[in-house]
Antibody, heavy 124, light 106 residues
Framework: QVQLQESGPGLVKPSQTLSLTCTVSGGSISSGGYYWSWVRQPPGKGLEWLGY???????YYSPSLKSRVALSVDTSSNHFSLTLYSVTAADTAVYYCTRGRTTPPYYYYYMDVWGKGTSVTVSS | DIQMAQSPSTLSASVGDRVTITCRASQYIDRWLAWYQQKPGKAPTLLIYDAHTVESGVPSRFSGSGSGTGFTLTISSLQPDDFATYYCQHYNNFPWAFGQGTKVEV
């Protein structure tokens, strides 16, 4: 059974860069046609999808963050990562990594596995 | 971009009630819609995908219906474990988007 675990700093200063990693266990990040995504949730608010990456490297970023976000994948270490540049207090949130699965023969992906989330605070 | 709107934002109910949550997409999304349940301090969990398919392990009291732009999540008989916040999310195209959530409370 695949499990996801987020890791990274709990506190980041404004204008700095946030880097988070999601480690995949119980399966290979390269197996199957899965999409690997990040979702965040500011305190007391709803869910925001940030973007996805496929193990071959294809990506899509939310337009709201496109200029500040980058996703990468390391198949040898079985993890994928989120980098968010020039953070502000508005980036304070719980960040979740997810796996996107599809129902063959279609190519529409829903998020079936979620990490427990990691809390990030942006503050000086 | 496609926007998702849920109603109501908050729903007061009792154990045993039949509960219905509505989700509307700003554009046609066929059946490419998922429902998630989130409890306080926990990650969301997948309940329904492809608008009406119940995820493995999810109790049969949960069901989903709809297609195109209008969708519903129904809990046939509310149980104590069901008090939570529910989100719809489309995956018809990028960017994926969530509804604002519906909190089911006592």
């Amino acid at each position: 059974q695949v499990q996801l675990q987020e890791s990274g700093p709990g506190l980041v200063k404004p204008s700095q860069t946030l880097s988070l990693t999601c480690t995949v266990s119980g399966g290979s990040i390269s197996s199957g046609g899965y999409y690997w995504s990040w979702v965040r949730q500011p305190p007391g608010k709803g869910l925001e999808w940030l973007g996805y990456i496929h193990h071959i490297g294809s990506t899509y970023y939310s337009p709201s963050l496109k200029s500040r976000v980058a996703l990468s994948v390391d198949t040898s270490s079985n993890h994928f990562s989120l980098t968010l540049y020039s953070v502000t207090a508005a980036d304070t949130a719980v960040y979740y990594c997810t796996r996107g699965r599809t129902t063959p023969p279609y190519y529409y992906y829903y998020m079936d596995v979620w990490g427990k989330g990691t809390s990030v605070t942006v503050s000086s | 971009d496609i926007q998702m709107a849920q109603s109501p934002s908050t729903l007061s109910a009792s154990v045993g009630d039949r509960v219905t949550i509505t989700c509307r997409a700003s554009q046609y999304i066929d059946r490419w819609l998922a429902w998630y349940q989130q409890k306080p301090g926990k990650a969301p969990t997948l309940l329904i995908y492809d608008a009406h398919t119940v995820e493995s392990g999810v109790p049969s009291r949960f069901s989903g219906s709809g297609s195109g732009t209008g969708f519903t999540l129904t809990i046939s008989s509310l149980q104590p474990d069901d008090f939570a916040t529910y989100y719809c999310q489309h995956y018809n195209n990028f960017p994926w988007a969530f509804g604002q959530g519906t909190k089911v409370e006592v």
